[in-house]
């Protein structure tokens, strides 16, 4: 029969893999929870007016990347593209924005998104996101930026990724520099390439983000946007770029970084790294003062980021940044042959767990002759083969092999068997 297939741009999580993960997810918890972020978990599904009200209509997640489909009940529903509608949804259900409170919170998971497969961008992706709500100012964007900076640090890809850094301004701000960024793409309709005619009409900033080089030259002679600014934002961004030259983060100020989501205002920025090819981007965000209200919400101001764990992933792999210690070889390789052996043996392995919390111990089961438990053991990655017999059974002793290092075998009573483990395997803890 033939075999079924996952679906294209949804990968498998392998085993080989899964390690790198948990250490990633667990790098970024230990750093968010440090800075007093607490991780919120929501559905993966969601209804489909929740996505348009907040991404926006006009904007590629909504026009033509969403998993949506009807239920049963002919609701429409839609895989959740990306966290941050899901968070403040959330958030407002649960009354977590009631009074003006300040919320820190994180997230982890799956993301849909029909994009075209390749390196670095799936269809099925996942993502870490941060959200903190309810502060206005700007010390707050400079917190969310300094969690990124110190990740990438103990992460060891400090050096590899910059810092792009950019104001959209108010809404009323975009909404003047709109009308003069039209008025002069106009002027230049028929040489801008096909995706920014048709975004002309309906997200003519989005044509900032243009990739045709032809579109990027004419953009080159554009009004800027921070010729339109608003005080407040200027005055917000002056001092988020004063925090962080405290800080000792550098940044690159990116005038036509605008992000392709509707509900940003004021401060963007991306983490972009050149290792990665196209898919450049490992962790992108921003404020989003009016999103809250836009969902139905009293006003509260937001700020947030959402990182790409594949991207991250990739990027730690090219970089040769996997520690080793996260490998799961086993500390130990327990050898066992004979009927008593295994019995003995199976107890002597509940016992080392108990007195050693922390040793890895892989029992052999299943049985085999000694020869083929020995390739087993090498190719464990064990460090240290125990070998129990019948003989050894009845005698309560064990013999202990050193399967890395040049040492001789040793047979030792069980019972010295715990401090010989701990001392030999240092760092056991
Ligand atoms: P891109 O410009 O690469 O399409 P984006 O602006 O659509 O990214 P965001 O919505 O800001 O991405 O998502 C934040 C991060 O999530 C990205 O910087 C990236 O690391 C990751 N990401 C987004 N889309 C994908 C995807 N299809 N596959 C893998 N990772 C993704
Ligand atoms: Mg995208």
Same mark, same amino acid.
């Given at each position: 029969?033939?075999?079924?297939?996952?679906?294209?741009?949804?990968?498998?999580?392998?085993?080989?893999?899964?390690?790198?993960?948990?250490?990633?997810?667990?790098?970024?918890?230990?750093?968010?929870?440090?800075?007093?972020?607490?991780?919120?978990?929501?559905?993966?599904?969601?209804?489909?007016?929740?996505?348009?009200?907040?991404?926006?209509?006009?904007?590629?997640?909504?026009?033509?990347?969403?998993?949506?489909?009807?239920?049963?009940?002919?609701?429409?529903?839609?895989?959740?593209?990306?966290?941050?509608?899901?968070?403040?949804?959330?958030?407002?259900?649960?009354?977590?924005?009631?009074?003006?409170?300040?919320?820190?919170?994180?997230?982890?998971?799956?993301?849909?998104?029909?994009?075209?497969?390749?390196?670095?961008?799936?269809?099925?992706?996942?993502?870490?996101?941060v959200e903190s709500?309810?502060?206005?100012?700007?010390?707050v964007d400079a917190e969310v930026i300094m969690i990124t900076?110190?990740?990438?640090?103990?992460?060891?890809?400090?050096?590899?990724?910059?810092?792009?850094?950019?104001?959209?301004?108010?809404?009323?701000?975009?909404?003047?520099?709109?009308?003069?960024?039209?008025?002069?793409?106009?002027?230049?309709?028929?040489?801008?390439?096909?995706?920014?005619?048709?975004?002309?009409?309906?997200?003519?900033?989005?044509?900032?983000?243009?990739?045709?080089?032809?579109?990027?030259?004419?953009?080159?002679?554009? $009004?800027? &946007?921070?010729?339109? @600014? +608003?005080?407040? %934002?200027?005055?917000? !961004? =002056?001092?988020?770029?004063?925090? #962080?030259? *405290?800080?000792?983060?550098?940044?690159?100020?990116? $005038?036509? &970084?605008?992000?392709? @989501? +509707?509900?940003? %205002?004021?401060?963007? !920025? =991306?983490?972009?790294?050149?290792? #990665?090819? *196209?898919?450049?981007?490992?962790?992108?965000g921003?404020?989003?003062?009016?999103?809250?209200?836009?969902?139905?919400?009293?006003?509260?101001?937001?700020v947030g980021f959402?990182?790409?764990?594949?991207?991250?992933?990739?990027?730690?792999?090219?970089?040769?940044?996997?520690?080793?210690?996260?490998?799961?070889?086993?500390?130990?390789?327990?050898?066992?042959?004979?009927?008593?052996?295994?019995?003995?043996?199976?107890?002597?392995?509940?016992?080392?767990?108990?007195?050693?919390?922390?040793?890895?111990?892989?029992?052999?089961?299943?049985?085999?002759?000694?020869?083929?438990?020995?390739?087993?053991?090498?190719?464990?990655?064990?460090?240290?083969?125990?070998?129990?017999?019948?003989?050894?059974?009845?005698?309560?002793?064990?013999?202990?092999?050193?399967?890395?290092?040049?040492?001789?075998?040793?047979?030792?009573?069980?019972?010295?068997?715990?401090?010989?483990?701990?001392?030999?395997?240092?760092?056991?803890?």
């Open positions: 029969m033939a075999k079924i297939q996952s679906i294209r741009g949804m990968n498998d999580l392998l085993p080989a893999d899964s390690a790198l993960w948990q250490y990633l997810e667990s790098t970024v918890s230990g750093v968010l929870g440090r800075y007093g972020y607490q991780e919120i978990r929501f559905p993966i599904l969601e209804q489909t007016e929740l996505f348009k009200r907040s991404i926006g209509e006009v904007t590629d997640i909504v026009e033509k990347e969403m998993y949506t489909f009807k239920d049963r009940n002919d609701d429409s529903l839609t895989l959740r593209p990306e966290g941050t509608a899901c968070c403040v949804r959330a958030c407002l259900q649960n009354g977590l924005l009631d009074n003006q409170q300040v919320q820190r919170l994180w997230y982890t998971g799956p993301m849909f998104r029909y994009e075209r497969p390749q390196k670095g961008r799936l269809r099925q992706f996942h993502q870490i996101g709500f309810g502060v206005a100012t700007a010390d900076a110190r990740l990438w640090e103990q992460l060891g890809i400090r050096e590899h990724v910059t810092l792009e850094l950019n104001t959209i301004g108010s809404l009323e701000a975009r909404a003047n520099y709109r009308t003069a960024l039209v008025e002069f793409l106009q002027q230049h309709f028929n040489d801008l390439d096909e995706d920014s005619q048709r975004r002309m009409e309906s997200n003519p900033l989005r044509i900032l983000d243009s990739k045709s080089p032809s579109t990027q030259a004419i953009l080159d002679q554009a $009004p800027s &946007l921070m010729d339109y @600014l +608003d005080d407040d %934002s200027r005055e917000h !961004f =002056e001092t988020l770029k004063t925090l #962080l030259d *405290a800080a000792g983060v550098s940044y690159n100020i990116n $005038p036509r &970084l605008v992000r392709g @989501l +509707d509900y940003y %205002s004021k401060t963007v !920025f =991306e983490w972009v790294t050149d290792k #990665l090819g *196209a898919q450049g981007t490992v962790c992108a921003g404020r989003y003062d009016g999103l809250v209200e836009q969902l139905g919400g009293k006003p509260a101001p937001a959402a990182m790409g764990v594949e991207r991250l992933c990739l990027l730690l792999q090219e970089l040769d940044k996997v520690p080793a210690e996260i490998a799961a070889d086993p500390d130990v390789y327990f050898v066992v042959a004979g009927q008593q052996a295994q019995t003995a043996a199976f107890q002597l392995a509940e016992q080392l767990r108990s007195q050693i919390p922390a040793l890895k111990l892989q029992l052999h089961c299943g049985g085999g002759s000694f020869k083929s438990q020995f390739k087993k053991a090498d190719k464990s990655g064990a460090a240290i083969a125990l070998i129990v017999g019948d003989n050894e059974a009845q005698e309560g002793v064990v013999n202990v092999k050193w399967l890395r290092d040049e040492i001789e075998q040793k047979t030792i009573k069980n019972d010295q068997l715990p401090a010989l483990l701990i001392e030999a395997l240092n760092g056991l803890s």
